[in-house]
């Protein structure tokens, strides 16, 4: 993977999952923003916020179920 810059897109994400066989939950709902190059960023919250399935987006270890996640366009 090359990145040229390391710009993070997050665009209109929606993120749900299956709680049991029932139930689902909805975790993330028309998320957007963007992390510019060069710019340090954190995401931080309580435990179940979201925080590992961001991470998780990024490096394509999970898709959304509606939106684009993106690095450098």
Known sequence: ??????EIEFSG???SYQ?????S???LNDLSF??????HAA???PSGFGKSTL???I?????????????DG
Do not use: A, C
């Open 43 to 45: 995401i931080v919250g």
């Open 19 to 23: 709680k049991d066989e029932t139930n």
């Open 1 to 6: 993977m090359n990145f040229k810059g390391g």
């Open 34 to 39: 963007k992390v510019e190059k060069g710019i």
């Open 55 to 57: 991470f998780n987006m």
């Open 13 to 15: 994400v929606k993120y």
């Open 59 to 71: 490096f394509r270890l999970l898709d959304p179920d509606q939106g684009s996640v993106s690095i």
């Open 25 to 27: 939950e909805i975790l």
